[in-house]
T-cell receptor
């Protein structure tokens, strides 16, 4: 069974530039999550999708972050414009249906903003 | 609000020694509790989870954790450390059975000395 795929693995951009991350969850998984992991901290949930709808985006900085999951499969997370404090690893996770099932995590995208 | 506290950001043990990683949680409702492991440049992998069944939970790679409601703790143990156990470990909680919507602790880096 293929795992959660994320790309790119690494990205370096200058502040005020824009960047996008892509995630393809495990096939058949209805629920998809984006987490931000700043160095030295645990991951923090940014947004949760159930199929192509947003379930929880209360912790997403909506002035600069956006995410979509148009066809209920893969997802894109965008930052525009990026700030230095956005430097982090962005992890994507998926579960079968979001309830009582294991969350599987991708390897993450390491973003460095200079 | 729910939170997780991991005591000790770095733990160092000798190969063959007992591993003990501490986690305390705060929750107003019975929580679901998890331990995840993260190897360098990898995503998070589930070690074990507590979902209100048996209080002693056995996981992969010889790890286990005990849920103690009176102490609001969920410490992770392994009787004998292997070099391959060197990684970062995260304790996480969710107040509901939404098992992908996790609140993580700050992590504990486990070093295993030969």
């Amino acid at each position: 069974e293929a795992g959660v795929a994320q790309s790119p693995r690494y990205k370096i951009i200058e502040k005020r530039q824009s960047v996008a991350f892509w995630c393809n969850p495990i096939s058949g998984h209805a629920t998809l999550y984006w987490y931000q992991q700043i160095l030295g901290q645990g991951p923090k949930l940014l947004i949760q999708f159930q199929n192509n709808g947003v379930v929880d985006d209360s912790q997403l900085p909506k002035d600069r972050f956006s995410a979509e999951r148009l066809k209920g499969v893969d997802s894109t997370l965008k930052i525009q414009p990026a700030k230095l404090e956005d430097s982090a690893v962005y992890l994507c996770a998926s579960t079968l249906d979001g309830w009582n099932t294991e969350a599987f995590f991708g390897q993450g995208t390491r973003l460095t903003v200079v | 609000a729910q939170s997780v506290t991991q005591l000790g950001s770095h733990v160092s043990v000798s190969e063959g020694a007992l591993v003990l990683l501490r986690c305390n949680y705060s929750s107003s409702v019975p929580p679901y509790l998890f331990w995840y492991v993260q190897y360098p440049n990898q995503g998070l992998q589930l070690l074990l989870k507590y979902t209100s069944a048996a209080t002693l939970v056995k996981g992969i790679n010889g790890f286990e954790a005990e849920f103690k409601k009176s102490e609001t703790s969920f410490h992770l143990t392994k009787p004998s450390a292997h070099m391959s156990d060197a990684a970062e470990y995260f304790c996480a909680v969710t107040p509901t059975s939404n098992t992908g919507k996790l609140i993580f602790g700050q992590g504990t880096t486990l070093q295993v000395k030969p």
